[in-house]
């Protein structure tokens, strides 16, 4: 399973992986998520996190250190809310992303 198809299963089920619709649940979830891939000597795509961290402060115009997960916090009503808005932005930010490498090609 990559992280697509996890991320697509927790849309689908929050309760089931995180116990609710939590930003903070899911940024946590995503940590320990990346830290076991990390110990086990599987690689991750680091890069695309940072990606997705740029596009984040890009779209909402700071340039502060905070993570990805307290830009969307920070702009939304609550956690839930926040929740439902990283999937969409990371859906945007998908979408960009393939379309950058299929211009490159």
Not at 44 to 51: G, H, I, R, T, V
Not at 52 to 80: A, P, R, V
């Amino acid at each position: 399973m990559n992280i697509f198809d996890l991320l697509g299963n927790i849309k689908l089920r929050p309760g089931l992986y995180l116990g609710g619709r939590s930003i903070v649940k899911l940024r946590n979830f995503l940590d320990g998520y990346y830290y076991a891939l990390l110990v086990n000597g599987i690689n991750d795509d680091e890069a695309f996190w940072n990606k997705f961290q740029l596009f984040i402060s890009n779209k909402y115009h700071i340039e502060t250190s905070q993570g990805w997960d307290k830009i969307i916090l920070f702009f939304s009503n609550d956690e839930e809310d926040a929740f439902e808005k990283f999937f969409d932005l990371f859906e945007v930010f998908c979408e960009k992303d393939l379309d950058k490498k299929s211009n490159n090609n």
